[in-house]
């Protein structure tokens, strides 16, 4: 059974940084490519950043510079450093997964077939 699960979320300062997990279970995450979505109340689910199979990286305007996103492949793990952190930035944050090669429509929830459960993420003072 392919499985996603995130973790890592949590209450942080301004300013503060946490890094979020997303572990596959079922499937090699090299063959997939890998959002990173959140979803704060009463708004879309909005795209962050996407690695696809071949490497590449890539991120909305909203964390670039801010967020990174990477792969442990002997993990089987997808990670999200968040930098800079900012009271907007608090909501669900979700991985979702796609075996579709390439970059098209990275940041649309619907081109994703696999998702994970979400972990909270509150940025306050």
């Known amino acids: 059974q392919l499985q996603l699960v995130e973790s890592g979320g949590g209450l942080v300062q301004p300013g503060g940084s946490l890094r979020l997990s997303c572990a596959a279970s079922g499937f090699t995450l090299d063959y997939y490519r890998i959002g990173w979505f959140r979803q704060a109340p009463g708004k879309e689910r909005e795209g962050l950043s996407c690695?696809?199979?071949?490497?590449?990286?890539y991120y909305a305007d909203s964390v670039k510079g801010r967020f990174t996103i990477s792969r442990d492949t002997a993990k089987n793990t997808v990670f999200l450093q968040m930098n800079s952190l900012k009271p907007e930035d608090t909501a669900v944050y979700y991985c979702a997964a796609d075996r579709t090669l390439g970059f098209a429509n990275i940041y649309t929830p619907n081109s994703y077939d696999y998702w994970g459960q979400g972990t909270q993420v509150t940025v306050s003072s």
């Open positions: 690695t696809t199979s071949d490497g590449s990286t």
